[in-house]
């Protein structure tokens, strides 16, 4: 039937999808996805309904996954927006977009090798705590000596 319905979600019907739908695809509150509008992240200027209400479309929804990925892998908003910046205006600036993904990407594997040694670490304590609760001799490992809480 397609008739609109408050910000808070229900749907746009036929027109499009409403934010509280886009929010729910994208795990995104309905305050970050007008965060996201205020700042210039979309591709596009989103529209409203006669109602007023927004109405994104799969497009968006793609957009905005890609984007959390982003997000969640570190890239500051600074950049998210100057790559949305980017896409947005269109053929021609591919050279920068690679650029900024692969600076991008470059301090991500640097973020997962930093990792990788901190699991190394855990999991060799790991592996100690497991051989000495299984033996018994836990007791007393890593225990602060009298002297250290002293110190406090």
Excluded at 11 to 22: C, F, K, M, T
Excluded at 31 to 45: Q, S
Aim: hydrophobic fraction near 40%.
């Amino acid at each position: 039937m397609g008739e609109d319905v408050g910000e808070d979600g229900a749907g746009v019907g036929s027109r499009g999808l409403s934010i509280g739908e886009v929010a729910e695809a994208t795990g995104l509150s309905v305050h970050a996805l007008r965060f996201f509008e205020r700042e210039g992240l979309f591709l596009r200027p989103i529209p409203r309904s006669a109602g007023g209400q927004r109405v994104y479309d799969p497009a968006d929804v793609d957009w905005l996954l890609l984007c959390n990925r982003l997000r969640d892998s570190g890239m500051p908003i600074a950049t998210l927006k100057r790559f949305a910046g980017l896409v947005r205006s269109g053929p021609g600036n591919e050279p920068e977009r690679l650029a900024l993904l692969r600076e991008h990407e470059q301090a991500v594997r640097a973020r997962v090798a930093t990792l990788n040694t901190c699991l190394e670490i855990i999991h060799g304590k790991v592996v100690i705590y497991e051989k000495h609760v299984r033996e018994g001799t836990a007791a007393g490992l890593w225990a602060p000596t009298p002297a250290a809480l002293s110190r406090r």
